[in-house]
């Protein structure tokens, strides 16, 4: 069986590992049903283990490509298990990553909705450099919120979108690819982005991509330390505290189906 679910239009699919093709194929995988159009269609697959206290999880992008963490990965699947397991508003479960455990507390359930805040940790490696692209500098911050990220003040529209975020996503400077935000400080407590995902293109949310983009403005753009990050899908909110971010935001389970492509005529 495969669930798919969805974070304010960042949308997943997911697995149980048992269930999952052998290693050497999930590659592959990842891509046919990732597919918007000849797929199920999804910005990413989560291969996941249950585990007393939530589940393990290994993410690749929709073109196959493996990624450390999602933030609104892990809410989504996250959310399934609270479904799954009945969890309620109080609750915790965490979601051990290549980016480390992450503890999320379930807030509210609500016309199937699962609200979470998320535990994300501190942001590291924070740096403000100039990236030439095709020849033009830009000024970007750089940081790892356990993915790498890349984070360009300033003006958001879609043309900028394509036109330096998605060479950045793919530039020399980041050897692994990297997750870019255009954002623009539009209040002391109001952040709006525009995402290019590693891996993916455009997506309507991002959850790191939103922390990432909430660092960057504290530090760099004034902004407050507790503060909404409004992407084409919604408002998360992103709170940067002593002991590292929080992110908390809903996700909502969408289908539970069967892949049968290749495997039947």
């Known amino acids: 069986m495969i669930v798919k679910a969805h974070a304010y239009g960042n949308d997943f699919l997911m697995i149980d590992a048992a269930s999952a093709p052998p ?29 007393a206290r939530g589940a393990s999880m290994r993410l690749l992008n929709a073109d196959g490509s493996p990624s450390e963490i999602s933030g609104n990965g892990v809410r989504c699947l996250a959310a399934w298990l609270s479904r799954a397991r009945g969890l309620a508003a109080g609750q915790s479960i965490t979601i051990e990553t290549e980016a480390g455990g992450k503890v999320l507390e379930l807030l509210d359930v609500a016309k199937g909705r699962f609200t979470f805040c998320a535990a994300m940790g501190q942001p590291e ?62 209040a002391p407590d109001r952040v709006r982005v525009l995402i290019w995902e590693r891996g ?34 919604g408002v998360q909110r992103v709170e940067w505290r002593d002991d590292g971010i929080y992110l908390t935001g809903w996700a909502e389970v969408i289908a539970e189906c069967r892949w049968v492509s290749g495997n039947e005529s």
């Open 200 to 233: 993916v293109g455009p997506t309507e949310a991002s959850g790191t991509g939103a922390c990432a983009a909430a660092v960057a403005a504290i530090k760099y753009g004034r902004a407050a330390r507790d503060l909404r990050v409004e992407s084409p899908g």
């Open 23 to 51: 290693a050497g194929e999930r590659a592959v995988f990842a891509r046919a049903v990732c597919s918007r159009h000849r797929g199920i269609g999804a910005d990413g697959l989560m291969i996941f283990e249950p585990t």
């Open 125 to 186: 490696r924070i740096a403000r450099e100039v990236i030439d692209v095709d020849g033009q500098g830009i000024d970007a911050i750089t940081l790892r919120v356990g993915n790498p990220q890349c984070v360009v003040l300033g003006e958001v529209t879609e043309t900028r979108l394509h036109a330096i975020a998605s060479r950045l996503a793919v530039h020399p400077h980041f050897p692994a690819g990297t997750n870019v935000e255009l954002a623009s400080v539009e």
